[in-house]
Structure formats: structure tokens, C-alpha cells
């Protein structure tokens, strides 16, 4: 939803909390699922999901489904990245 009102995830501000609690919800599902490479950015493969259930409520979501999916991948992919040459 706040990514559909404009938010990125960024560095500073409450972008940079937003961009921590997608890097957090990664690194969780990375330790704890069984995520194969194919499956590896599995947040941004939710929302679609998420979007159809809360669309009802903010149909807006839809029409940024494109570009909150792109965010969340990006934004996720290079987590991976960060985390797995921290490892």
C-alpha cells in the first residue's frame, strides 16, 4: 500500500524503514523456507495475491501492481545480494 502511494525504498527517511522491513522479511524467508533459485525473490510473487485481496478496499493497488512489483523485486534481489556476500 505504500509503495501504490509513492513511497520507495531508499536510504533515508521512511523510505530506508521500508527498504529494512523488505530486507528483513527476505532474510527471514531466505533462513527459514526452502527457497530454490527460482523462487528467490518469493515477496514480490505475493503481491499479486495481496493486491487481489485488499483491492476491494484500495483499488488503486491495481493500477501499481506493475511498478510495486518491480520495487519489491529490485529491492529484494539486491538484499540477496548483500546477504549472501555478508555470509
Do not use: F, W
Not at 34 to 61: C, F, G, R, W
Request: charged residues 30%.
Amino acid at each position: 500500500i505504500a509503495i501504490a502511494d509513492g513511497l520507495v525504498p531508499e536510504k533515508k527517511g521512511i523510505g530506508g524503514l521500508l527498504k529494512k522491513m523488505i530486507e528483513r522479511a527476505t532474510r527471514i524467508a531466505q533462513e527459514n523456507l526452502q527457497i530454490d533459485e527460482q523462487n528467490v525473490s518469493i515477496l514480490s510473487q505475493l503481491i499479486p495475491h495481496v493486491t487481489k485481496i485488499l483491492a476491494p478496499a484500495y483499488p488503486e493497488l491495481k493500477d501499481k501492481l506493475p511498478r510495486t512489483i518491480d520495487l519489491v523485486k529490485d529491492c529484494e534481489l539486491n538484499s540477496i545480494e548483500k546477504y549472501r556476500k555478508a555470509k
